[in-house]
Nanobody
Framework: QVHLVESGGGLVQAGGSLRLSCAAS????????MGWYRQAPGKQRELVTK???????FYADSVKGRFTISTDNAKNTEFLQMNNLKPEDTAVYYC???????????WGQGTQVTVSS
């Protein structure tokens, strides 16, 4: 089992930045993929970004060039650096982790990000 805990959400003005963190605990040694999803009010949860242990990384078109995913394997933590935030980035952001094809197998509890115009 893997337990994920996010932090770092909040309220920011458009054009500002936030950094989300996700601390993983439990059987983290077997995880291959980590990433972030988000869900805006009235919308489906969508994949924002993910990174595989091989080094491959995916970004949704809507965040390319603005968001960056990174991991600190020594501390079992992943980060989402969000720059030039837009009101349409407002959502609950969820940390996710998994073993590859089954990604995501685990979810964090979510952290609210609100971008004001």
């Amino acid at each position: 089992q893997v337990h994920l805990v996010e932090s770092g959400g909040g309220l920011v003005q458009a054009g500002g930045s936030l950094r989300l963190s996700c601390a993983a605990s439990g059987s983290v040694f077997s995880l291959l993929t980590m990433g972030w999803y988000r869900q805006a009010p009235g919308k489906q949860r969508e994949l924002v970004t993910k990174t595989h242990d091989s080094g491959s990384t995916f970004y949704a078109d809507s965040v390319k060039g603005r968001f960056t995913i990174s991991t600190d394997n020594a501390k079992n933590t992943e980060f989402l650096q969000m720059n030039n935030l837009k009101p349409e980035d407002t959502a609950v952001y969820y940390c996710a982790a998994g073993y590859g094809l089954g990604f995501p197998n685990y979810w964090g509890q979510g952290t609210q990000v609100t971008v004001s115009s």
